[in-house]
């Protein structure tokens, strides 16, 4: 799954999969006290999202197979019946983003397969690309937005001091893990500022070219620092 974007396969699958067929299997393996046929819906390609919450049904399921005490068993069995319910509701929820998702690609686009640099400097930068057109019929604009950042140094102190310095490669290895991480916020805001733009019937005219992110006070990335 691309981080704002279902990908093509995850669609497809969550599109085959009924949700009624779903919540037999889920009772059927409980009853069971085994996966059985559940694994042939292929729910871990719906997603991150589906696949955590199969993982802890199937650990569930586990759990309450492995239990011996009516006590536990009874505790177990409960606890199963929950994360089958969480299941489901995810499926439901993903599909429910679908369908959002393919009513908004009819008027607009964010493209959030971005790659990443090879390494970084205190000038840090992410360009978006996007389409948008104002009815189905009509033509696709396109257009690009870069947000830049500056990165602040930050005093040692703030950091905890390790006993031996480290080399400088290793001083280097660090501030590219900072630095790649900060990226990362980056771009992630970037994407969810122009999802959240155009969600809310913004104009792709009215973007810029670019944008300096606005850091806090303290010089770091927040929620708001993308944002007009």
Known sequence: ???????????ETIKDIDERELSKLID????????????RLRLRDC????????????????????????KKRDETYRYAIRMGYDLSFALGQMKK???????????????DRVYWPHDFTNHLSVTISYRWRNAVEG?????????????????????PQPKRKPSKAKQD?????????TW???MRSALY??????????????????????????????????RA
């Not at 059927?28 to 694994?39: C, F, H, P, Q, S």
């Not at 997603?47 to 009516?70: M, Q, T």
């Not at 604009?141 to 947000?147: E, H, L, P, Q, V």
């Open 1 to 11: 799954m691309g981080e704002i974007n279902l990908e093509q396969r995850e669609i």
């Open 28 to 39: 059927e393996a409980i009853r069971t006290e085994k996966v059985g046929d559940l694994y």
């Open 47 to 70: 997603g991150e999202y589906v696949a955590n919450k199969l993982h802890y049904f199937e650990k569930a399921l586990n759990a309450y197979r492995d239990a011996r005490s009516a």
């Open 97 to 111: 983003r679908m369908e959002t998702e393919e009513r908004q690609r009819l008027y607009w686009h964010v493209d």
């Open 139 to 159: 033509d696709w604009n396109t257009g690009r937005i870069t947000f830049h950042h500056k990165v602040a140094p930050r005093p040692s102190y703030l950091q």
């Open 173 to 181: 290895e660090i501030r590219q893990n900072e630095l790649s991480s």
């Open 184 to 186: 990362q916020h980056l």
């Open 193 to 226: 500022t122009l999802r959240d733009y155009f969600e809310s019937g913004g104009d792709g005219n009215k973007i810029p070219e670019t944008f300096t992110a606005i850091p806090d006070g303290d010089g770091y990335l927040n929620n708001f620092s993308l």
